[in-house]
């Protein structure tokens, strides 16, 4: 049996969702959440979750809110299979769910059937996306389009970006976003990456070139 994990911080779709899902002798709800610091809080506990099942609208901050969310359980979890489940069915909102970690992507909109099969398929390793999106992500991404410079970085790279050009010490960022020196030092590492910038004299001209604040 499936152990899922559901996250979402509308009581009525979460109940409605857990329903639908215990209905089925493949799957069990073992934890539920209605924000992030809860579902995090549960993360480090000692249930065992084959599956989490996460909203992409969390509170008032909205997407940017659970694509930080999202950011953090890959973090913490990297071999925990995260299914986006989200009212959004924007091509750009869904590309960036799945560059930030999620195995699969389905709306609220979704048959019973496809969010099923969703599960199922990310429990295995495999990727999945919703039918109904396949065509609008991939002709949005087939389309020629002029990416800003910021377009391969996270959310969480971004706010790391910003931190360090107004001239924060990894230490200080770390206390103010709540992560450790260490995570932090790899969000720093890998935006390097993205950006083609080798050293710390380069990325902060970068930073100066390109305006961040």
């Given at each position: 049996?499936?152990?899922?994990?559901?996250?979402d911080d509308h009581e009525m779709v979460r109940?409605?969702?857990v329903r639908a899902l215990q209905g089925d002798g493949r799957f069990t709800v073992v934890a539920e959440a209605d924000s992030a610091a809860q579902l995090l809080a549960q993360l480090g506990g000692e249930t065992a979750?084959?599956?989490l099942l996460l909203d992409l609208s969390l509170g008032r901050d909205g997407v940017t809110a659970g694509l930080q969310t999202l950011e953090q359980v890959v973090g913490r979890r990297p071999d925990l299979p995260v299914l986006a489940v989200s009212m959004h069915d924007e091509p750009e909102i869904v590309r960036r769910a799945l560059q930030t970690g999620a195995r699969g992507y389905v709306t609220k909109d979704s048959s019973i059937d496809v969010l099923q099969e969703a599960i199922l398929q990310v429990v295995q390793g495999r990727r999945f996306l919703d039918p109904n999106l396949v065509e609008p992500v991939v002709t949005r991404a087939a389309a020629p389009s002029r990416q800003s410079w910021d377009s391969p970085l996270t959310?969480?790279?971004r706010e790391v970006?910003?931190?360090?050009?107004?001239g924060q010490r990894l230490r200080d960022i770390a206390i103010q976003l709540g992560?450790?020196?260490?995570?932090?030092?790899?969000h720093k590492m890998r935006l390097m990456q993205k950006l083609d910038v080798s050293n710390n004299a380069d990325l902060i001209r970068f930073c100066v070139e390109h305006g961040v604040r």
């Open positions: 049996m499936i152990r899922l994990m559901v996250c109940t409605a969702l979750i084959d599956v959310p969480r790279e970006l910003q931190l360090i050009s107004a992560l450790s020196v260490k995570t932090v030092s790899t």
